[in-house]
């Protein structure tokens, strides 16, 4: 028997698209339903089909080297199912890529050059489709605008002058000066013959014994006074010669009293903790290889600026070899690492590297911090972890193991989720002084000559 499936109107969605009834036709059901599921599958794929890239400027932030970015900065997902990020975007000043980091949709942080000139300049976010977008400089896809940095206006009338401020404390009173012995003074000349009182050239005992001891000799002679002799030095009761805010030392010498407190904490700390600081000092991807680092930490701990404890200090650095902090360092197990100021940084070597850091390692050997210290990174070549940085086959960069200052390689390329973007070998890993995730140690590839800002180039120094 041939069952016919006639276009019987049981709704609007059945006369549009042409299906029988299936309530009066089951052998129809299929043939009516096949239509309306091609309708959903178009309708449920509309979000994808619709979705597009968006690259939009909205406004710029200026705050001193560091240029903030809103707007909307999304790509949409490719074959792979890979999204957009510091992967497929890139920002450029006047064609220049700078180093920036994507924040999230709708804001990014991009670093200056530190020797821009005033102006208005071009700033654009585009598309990389492919990895000549960075150096052609070139926006096939993108979004820009026209920024004013450093106006040049004049300024307005200078103020007028504060009031005095107060007066400062009076200083500590200098050390007493030491005068030198004096010499005795002459002895007097003794009368001639003073014992022959008439002259005669003999001596007469009746007339010349003058102190009755029965003879005339020079016992008898009372010559003139002689002149008295210059104050001799002191004896060993003198004086306390150190003032009043200074103590007197077995060899003589005075100290005041602050320099006895921070010489006594200099030997109470390192019972606490072991000390960490960055280097004040900076220098090209060239350190002398790792024995070189090593010597540029001991040395700032052992400079006169330093109020860091005595020990022996090594460079968080790494080598191509696998050399690195987890197979050179004295790893704490009991004591806590902190600043020369006692912050704490870590409770112990484990917690050093299980990917975060309790504060940044922001103070330099004198304890003193950084003016700009989001522009300040750290030679390591290190992950967080101790190990020393590379991923799957890609070897460490770390500017052929801290002996090279080659300018020929200047891409700079972001960290993240312990991979290194970027595939050239003579680079450096480089941390920053204000992280405290495993950007501390792993945030940049740079330069080995630091091409980007002579203020790259720090060691983190760790006491042993």
Same mark, same amino acid.
């Given at each position: 028997?041939? +069952?016919?499936?006639?276009?019987?109107?049981?709704?609007?969605l059945s006369?549009?698209?042409?299906?029988?009834?299936p309530?009066? $036709?089951?052998k129809?059901a299929?043939h009516?339903?096949?239509p309306?599921?091609?309708?959903?599958?178009?309708?449920?794929?509309?979000?994808?089909l619709?979705?597009?890239?968006e690259?939009?400027?909205?406004?710029?932030?200026i705050?001193?080297?560091?240029?903030?970015l809103?707007?909307?900065?999304?790509?949409?997902?490719?074959?792979?199912g890979?999204?957009?990020?510091?992967?497929? *975007?890139?920002v450029?000043l006047n064609?220049?890529?700078l180093?920036?980091?994507?924040?999230d949709?709708?804001?990014i942080?991009?670093?200056?050059?530190?020797d821009l000139?005033?102006?208005?300049?071009?700033?654009?976010v585009?598309k990389?489709?492919?990895?000549?977008?960075?150096?052609?400089?070139? +926006?096939?896809?993108?979004?820009?605008?026209?920024?004013? *940095?450093?106006?040049?206006s004049?300024?307005?009338e200078?103020?007028?002058?504060?009031?005095?401020?107060?007066?400062?404390?009076?200083?500590?009173?200098?050390?007493?000066?030491?005068?030198?012995?004096?010499t005795?003074?002459?002895?007097?000349?003794?009368?001639?013959?003073?014992?022959?009182?008439?002259?005669d050239g003999?001596g007469?005992?009746?007339?010349?014994?003058?102190?009755?001891?029965?003879a005339?000799?020079?016992n008898d002679?009372?010559?003139?006074?002689?002149l008295?002799?210059?104050?001799?030095?002191?004896?060993s009761?003198?004086a306390?010669?150190?003032?009043?805010?200074?103590?007197l030392?077995?060899?003589?010498?005075?100290?005041?009293?602050q320099?006895?407190?921070? $010489?006594?904490?200099?030997? *109470?700390l390192?019972?606490?903790?072991?000390?960490?600081?960055?280097?004040?000092?900076?220098?090209?991807? $060239?350190?002398g290889?790792?024995?070189?680092?090593?010597?540029?930490?001991q040395?700032a701990?052992?400079?006169?600026t330093?109020?860091?404890?005595a020990?022996?200090?090594l460079?968080?650095?790494?080598?191509?070899?696998?050399?690195?902090?987890?197979?050179?360092?004295?790893?704490?197990?009991t004591?806590?690492?902190g600043?020369?100021?006692g912050?704490?940084?870590a409770?112990?070597?484990?917690?050093?590297?299980?990917?975060?850091?309790?504060?940044?390692?922001?103070?330099?050997?004198?304890?003193i911090?950084f003016?700009?210290?989001?522009q300040?990174?750290?030679?390591?070549?290190?992950?967080?972890d101790?190990?020393?940085?590379?991923?799957?086959? +890609?070897?460490?960069?770390?500017?052929?193991d801290?002996?090279?200052q080659?300018? $020929? +390689?200047?891409?700079a390329?972001?960290?993240s989720?312990n991979?290194?973007?970027?595939?050239?070998?003579?680079?450096g *890993?480089?941390?920053?002084i204000?992280k405290?995730?495993?950007?501390?140690?792993?945030?940049?590839?740079?330069?080995?000559?630091?091409?980007?800002?002579?203020?790259?180039?720090h060691?983190?120094?760790?006491q042993?």
């Amino acid at each position: 028997m041939t +069952h016919t499936c006639e276009a019987v109107p049981w709704g609007l969605l059945s006369k549009i698209l042409g299906g029988g009834d299936p309530m009066k $036709n089951p052998k129809c059901a299929l043939h009516g339903f096949m239509p309306i599921f091609v309708l959903m599958m178009i309708l449920s794929g509309s979000s994808w089909l619709m979705a597009k890239d968006e690259l939009i400027i909205s406004s710029v932030d200026i705050n001193g080297d560091t240029m903030t970015l809103f707007g909307e900065f999304k790509i949409k997902p490719g074959k792979s199912g890979k999204g957009g990020g510091e992967d497929g *975007i890139v920002v450029t000043l006047n064609g220049g890529i700078l180093l920036f980091e994507l924040v999230d949709e709708n804001k990014i942080e991009a670093m200056l050059p530190f020797d821009l000139e005033p102006g208005t300049h071009r700033v654009a976010v585009c598309k990389e489709k492919d990895k000549e977008c960075p150096n052609l400089g070139k +926006h096939q896809e993108g979004n820009q605008i026209d920024v004013t *940095i450093g106006s040049s206006s004049t300024g307005g009338e200078p103020g007028e002058p504060g009031e005095q401020g107060i007066q400062g404390i009076q200083g500590i009173q200098g050390i007493q000066g030491v005068g030198l012995p004096g010499t005795n003074g002459t002895n007097g000349t003794n009368g001639i013959n003073c014992w022959d009182l008439n002259g005669d050239g003999e001596g007469t005992i009746a007339t010349e014994d003058v102190n009755g001891d029965g003879a005339v000799n020079v016992n008898d002679c009372t010559g003139p006074q002689g002149l008295i002799g210059e104050t001799g030095p002191p004896g060993s009761g003198a004086a306390n010669p150190c003032s009043g805010d200074e103590s007197l030392l077995a060899d003589g010498s005075c100290v005041d009293y602050q320099t006895l407190i921070d $010489n006594l904490a200099a030997r *109470i700390l390192p019972l606490t903790q072991k000390t960490v600081f960055v280097t004040r000092a900076t220098w090209t991807g $060239n350190l002398g290889g790792i024995a070189g680092a090593h010597a540029k930490c001991q040395t700032a701990a052992d400079g006169p600026t330093s109020i860091v404890p005595a020990g022996t200090y090594l460079a968080w650095i790494s080598l191509r070899d696998g050399t690195s902090p987890s197979t050179t360092f004295t790893r704490s197990t009991t004591l806590p690492y902190g600043l020369p100021d006692g912050t704490r940084v870590a409770n112990n070597y484990a917690d050093l590297t299980d990917g975060t850091i309790i504060t940044p390692i922001n103070k330099d050997e004198a304890g003193i911090p950084f003016a700009n210290p989001n522009q300040n990174l750290v030679w390591t070549g290190t992950k967080a972890d101790g190990r020393r940085d590379g991923w799957n086959l +890609h070897p460490a960069k770390t500017c052929l193991d801290w002996t090279s200052q080659d300018h $020929n +390689h200047q891409v700079a390329s972001f960290h993240s989720n312990n991979i290194a973007h970027g595939d050239n070998n003579d680079n450096g *890993i480089t941390g920053s002084i204000i992280k405290t995730n495993l950007n501390w140690t792993q945030f940049l590839t740079i330069g080995c000559d630091q091409q980007f800002d002579p203020r790259f180039g720090h060691l983190y120094c760790f006491q042993q």
